[in-house]
């Protein structure tokens, strides 16, 4: 599935079963509880942090794939193709960073 496919899919299903978008607003604070959500299985499976009861049956695919719905989610409410955003973003970096990984010690 392409990424437009996914915006498409996403939209298809927010105006069916979803009934409608919440706001912008609203989208924003549920990606950060996700990315938290991301953040607490990630300092638990890969930090120092030990699980909690709770917290075992959670799985980190799932939790990055609702990320990636609610920025979905943001880019069709804002008219964004995430295709051509990432292209761009992909030249912008290109150009940018073309030799500042290789010259940067730290990852030697």
């Given at each position: ?25 609203t ?15 990630i ?47 992909f ?18």
């Amino acid at each position: 599935m392409t990424i437009q496919e996914a915006q498409e899919r996403v939209d298809q299903w927010i105006n069916t079963t979803g009934v409608r978008y919440f706001s912008e607003l609203t989208n924003m604070a549920i990606l950060t509880e996700e990315v938290g959500e991301v953040a607490r299985i990630i300092s638990r499976q890969y930090g120092d942090q030990s699980f909690k009861e709770s917290d075992r049956k959670k799985e980190l695919a799932d939790e990055l794939a609702d990320v990636l719905w609610v920025l979905l989610c943001l880019a069709n409410q804002t008219g964004i193709n995430l295709d051509t955003a990432l292209e761009k973003n992909f030249d912008k970096k290109n150009i940018r960073d073309a030799s500042r990984h290789k010259d940067n010690e730290k990852l030697r």
